[in-house]
C-alpha cells in the first residue's frame, strides 16, 4: 500500500486554464519530485523538492511551479494549459535525495 | 545530460521462464539504478534497486546486474507468473542531480 496519495485522480481542463495537483507524501519524507508521464512513455523529471524549497528542475517551462509545506503535502500547478500537457501527473516522495522514491497512482490531466 | 537506453520495448514469455531486461546509461557519475513495475492505472513501483558498489543484487525470483564498466544494468525475472505482466521501467539517479532519469519501459506479457 503507497504511502503517496494524490488528487483528484482524474481532471479535464480546457486550454489556456490553469490548474493545480495535490500530493501528500510519506510521513517523515522531506524531498518529493513531480513526474510528468506521456501515454506509453517513462515519467520525465518536472522538478524536486526538498524542505519546502526547490532543489532541482527539469527541462520544463515557467508555468510549471510547485510548492512543498511542513506537513508533508505539496503542489503542482500549471499555467496557460496546452493540448501537449495532457498526461498522467506523478508525485514521488523520499526519506532523503539519495533515491528510494514512493509514487503515488497520479493525476490523469486532459487537457481539451 | 544523462541519457538511459531501455530494450526490449515489449516483450513476451512463457509462464514459468525467465525473462530480461536491459538498459544503458551515459554519464558515469550516476550511481543508483532502481527498477520500476507498473500496472495499469497505478504508479510506478520500486522491485529491486543496486547501487554502484555492488555488481548485482537478489530477491526472490528478481536480481539485477549491474556493469559500471560498460555503462549497462538488467533486471532478471525468473520463474515468471501472470501477475508479473506490467510494464518495468528502468532508472539512473546521481547524486549531484537529485533526480531519477527514466528509460521508457518494456511491457511484459506473461503467456499462459
Known amino acids: 500500500e503507497t504511502g503517496v496519495t494524490q488528487s483528484p485522480t482524474h481532471l479535464i481542463k480546457t486550454r489556456g486554464q490553469q490548474v493545480t495537483l495535490r500530493c501528500s507524501s510519506q510521513s517523515g519524507h522531506n524531498t518529493v519530485s513531480w513526474y510528468q508521464q506521456a501515454l506509453g512513455q517513462g515519467p520525465q523529471f518536472i522538478f524536486q523538492y526538498y524542505r519546502e524549497e526547490e532543489n532541482g528542475r527539469g527541462n520544463f517551462p515557467p508555468r510549471f511551479s510547485g510548492l512543498q509545506f511542513p506537513n508533508y503535502s505539496s503542489e503542482l500547478n500549471v499555467n496557460a494549459l496546452e493540448l501537449d500537457d495532457s498526461a498522467l501527473y506523478l508525485c514521488?516522495?523520499?526519506?532523503?535525495?539519495?533515491?528510494?522514491?514512493?509514487f503515488g497512482s497520479g493525476t490523469r490531466l486532459t487537457v481539451v | 545530460g544523462e541519457n538511459v537506453e531501455q530494450h526490449p520495448s515489449t516483450l513476451s514469455v512463457q509462464e514459468g521462464d525467465s525473462a530480461v531486461i536491459k538498459c544503458t546509461y551515459s554519464d558515469s557519475a550516476s550511481n543508483y539504478f532502481p527498477w520500476y513495475k507498473q500496472e495499469l492505472g497505478k504508479g510506478p513501483q520500486l522491485i529491486i534497486d543496486?547501487?554502484?558498489?555492488?555488481g548485482e543484487k537478489k530477491d526472490q525470483r528478481i536480481a539485477v546486474t549491474l556493469n559500471k564498466t560498460a555503462k549497462h544494468f538488467s533486471l532478471h525475472i525468473t520463474e515468471t507468473q501472470p501477475e508479473d505482466s506490467a510494464v518495468y521501467f528502468c532508472a539512473v539517479n546521481m547524486n549531484r542531480d537529485d533526480k531519477i532519469i527514466f528509460g521508457k519501459g518494456t511491457r511484459l506479457h506473461i503467456l499462459p
Open positions: 543496486i547501487r554502484s558498489n555492488v
Open positions: 514521488a516522495s523520499s526519506l532523503d535525495r539519495n533515491g528510494g522514491y514512493t
